[in-house]
């Protein structure tokens, strides 16, 4: 609270820890707007470290976080899974964080070994067999010392094959053979060797569908279909959004705690997100760069969110930004050159949203 505010102090005083300042005089109403975003914000804040600890996987390491009924399924599913051998199959959108419940399930099992990662949709078809199973020196032309595959090296640990969707039909038949009998033969060998690590595969495909046109191997997707974990889209689980924008503001602001209004909070959780939460990170990553302050508002949500494409989005958020715009020039008097300033936008910029809006300038009586 102060009566002398500059931009230095208030940034120093943001820097520090507050949440934010407010300049004397004010109105009753502002002081508990302020107060009541502040436990709003304290209060998600709380819920999604209580999460974490409570579920021991929805912590920021693995930046799976949640409290909705289908995450909360989720968890569960990665604390029954984790210490089986058999075969997880996980499914989901593109962006819905598969590679992460992946590693959950590694990290929350007993396996010490390496978690490695490969996405099946990247490896050349040329050599995709040499990648998985090794070879030895002389099995093909440039092959001129011996090399371990992915079965080998994520002995004692976890392989994670991301998009199986994706593998080529030849070593798909292949790759059966070593989940069936747990062993494996690097190219130019007629030796077997064992498989001593455990496959977890992921997919945004519809493997049963795949089956049904010839894609995917019917005895492959039915090994693999052990157990199953779908991960849900995040439309599906929006009551999540908040709880992920404050994890992101955590975990990427790196110049100062930065706080988000619950007007922009709001119209974030409105969106449906056909990137799901990849989306969003990316989305609070730019909001963080490109920020004016230590507090991201409507202003500062980008295109690259799609929010103008959707109407239903697009309406909540011009109603939202009226309401923040009327709010802030009622604060201070009707001078639009403060408004402009608190608002951190140009005095012209104001004047256009004012008008776009529906607002008309007030003067002071």
């Given at each position: 609270?102060?009566?002398?505010?500059?931009?230095?102090?208030?940034?120093?005083?943001?820097?520090?820890?507050?949440?934010?300042?407010?300049?004397k005089?004010?109105?009753?109403?502002?002081?508990?707007?302020?107060?009541?975003?502040?436990?709003?914000?304290r209060?998600?804040?709380?819920?999604?470290?209580?999460?974490?600890?409570?579920l021991n996987?929805g912590?920021?390491?693995?930046?799976?976080?949640?409290?909705?009924?289908?995450?909360?399924?989720?968890?569960?599913?990665?604390?029954?899974?984790?210490?089986?051998?058999q075969?997880?199959?996980?499914?989901g959108e593109?962006?819905?964080?598969?590679?992460?419940?992946?590693?959950?399930?590694?990290?929350?099992?007993?396996?010490?070994?390496?978690f490695?990662?490969?996405?099946?949709?990247?490896?050349?078809?040329?050599?995709?067999?040499?990648?998985?199973?090794g070879h030895?020196?002389?099995?093909?032309?440039?092959?001129d010392?011996?090399?371990?595959?992915?079965?080998?090296?994520?002995?004692?640990g976890?392989?994670?094959?991301?998009?199986?969707?994706?593998?080529?039909?030849?070593?798909?038949?292949?790759?059966?053979?070593?989940?069936?009998?747990?062993?494996?033969?690097?190219?130019?060998?007629?030796?077997?060797?064992?498989?001593?690590?455990?496959?977890?595969?992921?997919?945004?495909?519809?493997?049963?569908?795949?089956?049904?046109?010839?894609?995917?191997?019917?005895?492959?997707?039915?090994?693999l279909?052990?157990?199953?974990?779908?991960?849900?889209?995040?439309?599906?689980?929006?009551?999540?959004?908040?709880?992920?924008?404050?994890?992101?503001?955590?975990?990427?602001?790196?110049?100062?705690?930065?706080?988000?209004?619950?007007?922009?909070?709001?119209?974030?959780?409105?969106?449906?997100w056909?990137?799901?939460?990849?989306?969003?990170?990316n989305?609070?990553?730019r909001?963080?760069?490109?920020?004016?302050?230590?507090?991201?508002?409507?202003?500062?949500?980008?295109?690259?969110?799609?929010?103008?494409?959707?109407?239903?989005?697009?309406?909540?958020?011009?109603?939202?930004?009226?309401?923040?715009?009327?709010?802030?020039?009622?604060?201070?008097?009707?001078?639009?050159?403060?408004?402009?300033?608190?608002l951190?936008?140009s005095?012209?910029?104001?004047?256009?949203?004012?008008?776009?809006?529906?607002?008309?300038?007030?003067?002071?009586?």
């Open positions: 609270m102060t009566g002398f505010a500059t931009v230095s102090a208030a940034v120093e005083a943001l820097k520090t820890g507050a949440y934010d300042y407010i300049e005089p004010f109105t009753r109403e502002r002081l508990t707007s302020l107060v009541e975003r502040l436990i709003q914000a209060a998600q804040r709380t819920e999604n470290l209580l999460l974490g600890q409570q996987v912590d920021s390491h693995h930046g799976i976080v949640g409290r909705s009924p289908r995450m909360v399924a989720v968890f569960e599913s990665i604390l029954r899974v984790a210490d089986r051998n075969p997880v199959l996980i499914t593109t962006g819905t964080g598969k590679e992460r419940v992946a590693l959950a399930i590694h990290e929350q099992g007993t396996r010490k070994g390496p490695v990662a490969v996405d099946c949709g990247a490896l050349s078809p040329h050599l995709v067999e040499s990648e998985l199973f030895v020196r002389g099995a093909f032309t440039g092959a010392r011996d090399r371990k595959g992915l079965l080998e090296t994520s002995a004692g976890t392989l994670f094959l991301d998009e199986i969707g994706d593998l080529p039909l030849a070593l798909q038949v292949k790759f059966f053979r070593v989940l069936q009998d747990g062993e494996f033969r690097p190219l130019g060998t007629d030796s077997m060797r064992r498989f001593e690590g455990r496959v977890i595969a992921a997919t945004n495909r519809d493997l049963e569908q795949a089956v049904k046109e010839g894609t995917f191997r019917a005895e492959l997707y039915f090994r279909n052990v157990l199953a974990i779908t991960v849900p889209p995040l439309r599906s689980r929006r009551m999540d959004i908040p709880l992920l924008v404050h994890h992101f503001l955590e975990m990427f602001a790196d110049n100062g705690p930065v706080t988000i209004s619950p007007e922009a909070s709001n119209i974030l959780a409105e969106y449906d056909p990137g799901n939460v990849r989306e969003l990170q989305c609070i990553i909001m963080i760069a490109n920020r004016k302050s230590h507090r991201l508002d409507i202003p500062d949500i980008p295109a690259l969110a799609g929010l103008s494409t959707n109407s239903s989005a697009r309406s909540a958020l011009d109603e939202a930004e009226r309401e923040v715009i009327a709010k802030t020039l009622l604060d201070v008097g009707g001078n639009v050159v403060e408004a402009a300033r608190a951190g936008l005095r012209a910029t104001l004047y256009r949203k004012m008008r776009t809006l529906g607002l008309r300038e007030t003067k002071p009586s």
